[in-house]
Structures are given as C-alpha cells and as structure tokens.
C-alpha cells in the first residue's frame, strides 16, 4: 500500500520559539525522501507532527490525499523506525515484530512475522530478547516491525547514526535495496550528508523550521539554491569570493591563476589534498590539489566553474 | 579511587563503627528472642533477667497460642487483608496518577504534587477521629477495607513520587513507537508501560504492603474492635504480667518474616525513591 | 488520570482536617466555642519559665523536648552511618543489610522491646548496670530517663531511613571532587564540612522534613515506653466517639505545629535554593 504525503504550511511553536515555520512538502509515492539537517533545526518536531505525537498548530497533513491532522498515531496507518529503534525490552523478538499486527487485529499473525523475518534475515533470532542481539540485528528488527503490517508510510528517525561504522555502510545500501523492493514511500530524517547523497531519491533541506531547498544531493551540491545552502552541503563548505561561489575542485591551481592564497594547512583525505588559505583580503577558502603545500607557501589558482548568487555573502 | 582506605587505621575506625553499630542493632532482636524463648523465671519475673539465659523453652509460645490463637489468626488475617488492599489501591491510583504527573506541564504538575505532599503532612491522628465517626455511619468501622481506605493516605503520595521516578526512566520512544504500531492509548499504559515498571511497582507494593502492616494509629481508633496485629501487640504489651510474654511471642512471628522480607528486598528499599519526587 | 489519587487524598484527608478544625470550635450541640481549647490547656498541666515569663502546656513543651533531640540523634547516626555506607570495605554488603532491620521491625514491636529493656522490674537495661556494678536506675520514674528511652526507641527505628536518604546523597557526590580537594591538601575533617555537607543540604532538608513531621506524629512508640503526655497521646486519650470535640481540639493543635515545622523547612529550602 503505497502513498504519498503532502504537508500544507505547517507551523508549530513551543511558547515563543517557532520550531516548524509555514513548511510545505509533496513526497511522491515510492519515493525515498530524506529530510537534512543540522542537529537544533526542527528534525524531530517534523517527524512527530507527521506521526501524531504531536499536533501543529496551523497547517495540514495528507496521507493519499486523506487529511490526517487531527488523528493520533493509532489511526494515521504509518510506520516508524526510531533512532534507538524503540524495540519493546520485556518483549522477544518475535513478540516485538507481532505486536503492530496485534494492536491492529489482523489476521495470519504467525505467518506473516516469518515471512518478513525470512525476508531480513533474522528468522534465526526470533526466539532472542532484545538485549541479546548486536545492534545491526536491533536495526533489522526494528525495520521489520515496520514492515510487517504493510503501512501507508515509513518515517524513519536517524536509524543508522546508533550502529558502527561499519555496520554502518553495508546497513545503508541494504536499506536502500529493501525500499526499491518494497516500492515504498519512505521519510528519513538525518543529519549525516553521505546518508542523504547514498539514499534520498530527493533530499530537502532543513534550515530553521522550513525547507531552504528541496532537490536531488547532487543538484544541491552543484547548484547550490542560496549561499546556506552551499556553506552546508558537502564535505567542505563552498569557497566565496564576494557573491561567487565555487567548490574546492571547481579550480585549477598554475602560476597564471587570477587569485593567490597564503596557505594555512593543509589535510590529505586519501591522497588528494586539501588547502587551506587566505586571500589578502584575509576571505578563507580551500583548494582541491594533487600535491601538497606547506605553511606559508603561495599558490595562485582560476575559478573554473563557479555560482553567482544574488546576495552579497 | 584515590583515598584514605589504604591507610590501615581508618580501616580500624570503620571496623569499630561496623561492629559497634551492628551491636546496637541486634540487641533489641536479641532481647525480643530471648523474652520469648527463655522461661520467664529468668526474664519477666524477676528484677534483674538474665542477660544470657541458661535454659530455652517452648512454653511461652505454646502457652500464649492455647490462650489466644484464634485472636492472633484474626489479627493476622486482618492485618494481611488490610495491607494486600492499601499496597494493591496505591498501585492502582499511584501508576495513573504518576503517569499523568510525569506529563503534565511542570506548573500544574507541581501543584498537584504539592497536595499531595502536603497531605502527608496533614497528622493521622487528626484526621483519624473524624474519619472514624465517618466510617461508623458508613459501616465501614472496624473492617478491613476501611481501614485501609485511610492508611491509604499514608502510602498513596510515597507510591506516587516511587513510580514517578520509574516511569520516567522509561524511554518516551516506546510509548510513542507503541502509538505509532497501532496501540490505543490505553493498550501503550497496559500492555508496554506497565510491563515495564514492574521493578519500581515491586517496590512501591512491597513500601506500602509494610508501611501498612505497621501502620498503628488509624488501627487503633479505626478498628479497635477486631485489631490489627500491631494493635493487638500492643494490647498485650501495655499490660503487666504473663501476657507480655503473649505480647512478645506474636511480636517475634510478625517481625522474623518483615526482617527476611526487608533484608532480601534491601536493593529495592532506596533513599533515592524517596528523594526523586520531591527533588525533581 | 490523576484526579482518583488526588480526590481520594482530598476527600480523605483535607476534608476530616478541615472538619477537625471545624469541629474544634463546636459544642457537642453545634454552638461555638473556645471551651475545647480551654479544656485542652487545662487538663495535662503546665510547664512554667518564671524567667521568660512564659508557661506551656505540658504536652506542647514535650512535643518539641522529643521532635528536636530525636531529629539531633537521628541526624548524627545516621551521618556516621551513611559515610561508613559510603565507603567501600569488606563486608560492606552485610553491613547494608543488616543496619535496615529495624525498618522492618513494627513501631509497636520495638516499642514493646524497649519497654521490657527499660522497665524496674524485669529490666535488662538495668540487668546491664548491675553486671557492670552500677546502681540501677528507674527508668520511667523521671521525666529524662523517659525522654530518653523514648529518643533512644525511636532512633533505634527510624534512624535507618535517615541514612537512606543521606546516602542517597552521598553517593551523588562525585568522587572526583574528593579527589580533587585531597589533591587540594584537604584534611577528612575539611572535607566533610567543605563538601559532604554542603553538599547534602538539599537531602538534609528532605530527611529533615520527613523525620521531622514524624516526629511530632510519634504515637504508637510514646504509648508504649512514655508515661507523660504529647500531642498525639492527648489526643488519643481525649478521643471519645461521643464528644470528639475536645480531641478535634487537640488534634488541630497538632496540625498547627506540624504546618508551621514544614512551612519553617520549606522557606528555608527556598532560600537554600535561590542561594
């Protein structure tokens, strides 16, 4: 059951503070949408609003075209993987992936837990407490309690961030295959950009309470909305001379370049080098290059590509 | 840790309080066990007993159950009845009122426990007077459920700040992912709160099961007809004579089984239970 | 959710107290009156200061005799206990379990222990001093032997629940902070005053406030090993379901220290807090 959601100028405040400003968004059905962010800019209220946790003060939610606004959580049919993935501890992990199933009177409980365990590969764990299991295993279950009664929507709460890094990667991709299985609409929340690059069929971007840009993350890397949206996309925020601006491999480093740098350091990340330097006009940039410099050296460079911006920086 | 522990001295010092402490508190033990266990030739009868008796009978007890064994099984269920219905309603109101403390805004929050902080303040004895014309007129003078209807008092706020402190050591992710999974609001309080502060209700049962089995003044001017065992106790302490060693007997079964109970059960008794309500 | 637990302890406990106080200024034909006062005052002496100028009802003057050397001795044990529970030693575990028996052991079962240690007759307390050569002493005959039977039968019960509370405080102290202040040249002694203490006052306040309301509820335990009157045995001995006027007067006697002890406590935590 595939749907899609639509957000109508959402707004939500907590006394004085608005977390959610006037914020409006269509989320495809089948598609894999992430929402980005730092961490303080309205990630969570978002996803709470959407659950029913929460209620926004104005605005509207849709699910399949079906106003969900005042429903609670019970009744909106989505589901949600959270970032501790919130799995009942006095329950086993078979009872965790039943109880959705149960809490909505279906039928063939027993048959349709096995076929999504077998799906995830966790029919061998079935029988284990919680605190018996790694945290990828937790990860799993968690998503196949989700998956299990076949919902609306899945909204998914930073489920990566609480797994190593290197169960971190191959969880990724799997996630990633499992949603292109399913062909369901997913919400995924994350601060972590390689996350939002690796997913997200669209990313948008979360900046104080509304959506500065919503597009593919390559879109957003190349073609940048405004100067915000630069400065937080990418490994390296965007260098900017005046209202230009341009990333670090947008640049080609050679004694006829039309601007020199001082350089400050400079950090290798697997062979290629990064500069740091200041124009004498004391604007901080960075540079890709393909050898090192040291402190002090001068290195002159052309803007080979570059973004105007309409706003001076 | 850095410290003075090493130092063999301090660790004198500590042994000296350990033991001298230890002492004080089994002395009053000691003397209940040897008043029921001695003939009362070496303990109540003359001026000056035995501080280590020479001779242990059976004879006190059989004696003081000849005479009032029925009175002491009455007193005895009546006592388990009461204390089963104060721990069991102080669950059942304390989990739904901790609950609903532990999500109200912090300004209503702290009023509501302010009354009920403020009623423990309020003296039993006070209170117990006019409940007891009350409870005459309703019927519910000298019966076990009356009595512990106003014991209740006594235990209900501690019961509340306990379970406050459990509940709120309970991921709120698990109540909403319970939403979220399709659980009523009610089925989130039953099926995945509850289950989940059995510890801290454990403790909150156990604190009111014994605050009430000790419980003494409204026992005494709320059920005084057919007694409670504290009250019956005392009955025979307050009077000279044999009976004392009736008195001590009674007081000897009721407390072997509370001590076992409250040494195995020590890691549930914490100050910290006390403490987080009323801090936070 | 809420409302059963507060109407119940509203219903049951704030409507009686208020009805006390009420019934306290009534006849027993419903007129009004201070009389029940009066015969309250009248009835169990007075204790005089002739050089304050003051004289107080006997009751009242033992009330606050017991409240504050209870709450004194309690404290003090309970220090010690707690900063011995504090410390990591062998048998440490015993030792925490054992100290809690008397919590529990019934009021009304240590009562009855210290009546036998502490009386003439078939008294062990006395035993004890004659095998050491000391005269015996009559133990209830005087009004601060009894005080300190009753002190002492009441520390032995409560004061286990005072160091459950220090201690709780206690270990919320980081132990870093006494490494750094032995690091800092602090002595056992400054320690204790400059941080334990300082530290707890928060605990204190609580213990002190629980205890203390305790205290001058302490009933079953003054029947039982106290000859004289307090608060709380007045009323008991004037409670007649007949006229329970009197005792209601008694008992809002009572209620009135009670509440101005927490109000004491209470502003004093405040400032404590805005400190």
């Not at chain 1, 709470?48 to 926004?56: A, N």
């Not at chain 1, 950009?193 to 959506?211: C, I, N, P, Y």
């Not at chain 2, 099984?73 to 102080?90: D, G, R, Y």
């Not at chain 2, 995945?192 to 003044?217: N, Q, Y």
Request: proline share 5%; glycine share 8%.
């Amino acid at each position: 059951m595939v749907a899609k959601l639509e957000l109508v100028s959402l707004s939500k405040s907590y006394g004085k503070i608005d977390v959610i400003k006037n914020l409006s968004l269509e989320v495809g059905a089948g598609e894999f949408f992430v929402v980005l962010g730092p961490s303080g800019t309205g990630k969570s209220t978002l996803l709470k609003l959407i659950v029913g946790i929460e209620q926004p003060d104005e605005g509207k939610i849709l699910i399949d075209g079906k106003d969900v606004t005042r429903l609670p959580p019970n009744k909106r049919n989505l589901a949600m993987v959270f970032q501790n993935y919130a799995l009942y501890p006095n329950l086993n992990v078979y009872q965790n992936i039943a109880f959705p199933l149960k809490m909505h009177r279906r039928r063939n409980i027993d048959s349709k837990v096995k076929k999504v365990a077998q799906e995830l590969g966790i029919e061998e764990i079935l029988e284990k407490r919680i605190q018996q299991i790694s945290g990828g295993q937790q990860q799993r279950v968690a998503l196949a309690r989700a998956i299990v009664r076949n919902p609306a929507l899945f909204l998914l709460d930073e489920p990566l961030s609480n797994l190593d890094a290197r169960v971190r990667y191959s969880a990724r991709s799997e996630l990633k295959k499992i949603q292109e299985e399913l062909d369901e609409t997913f919400l995924f929340v994350t601060h972590d950009q390689k996350e939002a690059e690796a997913l997200g069929d669209r990313v948008g971007v979360l900046h104080s309470g509304s959506f500065e840009q919503v597009a593919p993350y390559r879109e957003l890397y190349e073609n940048p909305g405004t100067q915000w949206i630069g400065d937080f996309v990418g490994d390296f925020p965007m260098n900017f001379i005046k209202n230009i601006g341009f990333r670090p491999e947008w640049t080609s480093i050679g004694d006829s370049g039309e601007h020199e740098i001082m350089v400050d350091t400079s950090e290798s990340i697997g062979g290629i080098f990064f500069i740091h330097g200041t124009l004498k006009d004391g604007t901080s940039l960075i540079l890709k290059s393909l050898r090192r410099y040291d402190v002090g050296d001068s290195v002159r460079f052309s803007v080979t590509r570059s973004r105007t911006f309409s706003e001076a920086p | 840790m850095v410290s003075e522990y090493n130092n063999p001295r301090t660790r004198y010092y500590i042994y000296a309080v350990a033991v001298f402490v230890s002492f004080f508190v089994l002395l009053p033990i000691y003397i209940l066990v040897i008043i029921s266990f001695a003939p009362s030739s070496q303990t109540i009868d003359i001026y000056y007993p035995y501080l280590i008796p020479t001779k242990l009978t059976l004879v006190n007890f059989i004696n003081s159950f000849r005479g009032v064994g029925t009175l002491l099984e009455a007193a005895f269920f009546k006592s388990l009845e009461t204390a089963f219905i104060v721990a069991a309603l102080a669950i059942l109101l304390g989990f739904h009122a901790a609950f609903g403390l532990n999500r109200l805004p912090l300004r209503v929050n702290s009023t509501l426990i302010g009354i009920l902080f403020f009623s423990t303040m309020i003296p039993s004895i006070t209170i117990a007077i006019p409940i007891s014309v009350t409870f005459l007129k309703a019927g519910l003078y000298d019966t076990s459920v009356g009595l512990a209807l106003a014991q209740e008092l006594v235990v209900l706020p501690l019961t509340v700040f306990i379970l406050m402190g459990t509940l709120d050591s309970i991921p709120k992710q698990l109540e909403q992912q319970s939403r979220v999974d399709g659980a009523s609001f009610f089925q989130t309080l039953y099926l995945v709160i509850f289950p989940l502060a059995v510890p801290g209700i454990v403790s909150a049962f156990l604190l009111s099961w014994l605050m009430s089995w000790d419980e003494f003044t409204f026992a005494a001017l709320i059920s005084p007809v057919h007694p409670t065992l504290p009250f019956l106790i005392y009955l025979y302490a307050s009077s000279r004579g044999g009976s004392i060693l009736t008195g001590a007997s009674f007081a000897l079964l009721v407390t072997i089984p509370v001590i076992v109970l409250t040494i195995i059960l020590s890691k549930f008794i914490k100050g910290g239970y006390l403490t987080s309500g009323i801090t936070g | 959710m809420i409302l059963p637990a507060v109407i119940y302890v509203t219903y049951l406990a704030f409507y009686p107290a208020i009805e006390a106080v009420y019934g306290s200024f009534q006849t027993i034909r419903g007129t009004y009156t201070v009389y029940n006062y009066q015969f309250v005052f009248g009835t169990f002496g007075r204790i005089e200061f002739p050089a304050l100028h003051l004289s107080i009802p006997t009751p009242i003057y033992n009330t606050f005799v017991i409240t504050l050397t209870a709450l004194v001795l309690q404290f003090s044990l309970a220090l010690i206990i707690a900063s011995l529970l504090s410390k990591p030693f062998k048998g440490r575990a015993a030792f925490s379990a054992l100290f809690l028996i008397p919590f529990g052991v019934a009021t009304v079962v240590t009562g009855l222990i210290f009546h036998n240690m502490f009386s003439t007759y078939g008294g062990y307390a006395n035993s004890f001093l004659r095998a050491i050569g000391l005269r015996p002493i009559n133990w209830t005959g005087s009004y601060w032997t009894s005080t300190i039977v009753l002190i002492l039968a009441d520390a032995w019960k409560n004061t286990p629940i005072v160091t459950l509370i220090l201690l709780a405080g206690m270990t919320s102290i980081s132990p870093d902070i006494y490494s750094q202040s032995m690091v800092d040249g602090a002595g056992v002694f400054q320690r204790f005053f400059r941080i334990t203490l300082p530290n707890l006052k928060g605990f204190i306040v609580i213990a002190l406030m629980i205890r203390g309301i305790s205290e001058f509820n302490i009933f079953a335990m003054a029947l039982l090993v106290y000859p004289y009157q307090l608060l709380t045995t007045m009323t008991y001995a004037l409670y007649d379901t007949v006229n329970a006027h009197p005792s209601y007067a008694a008992g809002s006697i009572l209620l009135a220290f009670v509440l101005i002890f927490a109000v004491i406590i209470m502003t004093y935590r405040g400032r404590y807090r805005g400190v």
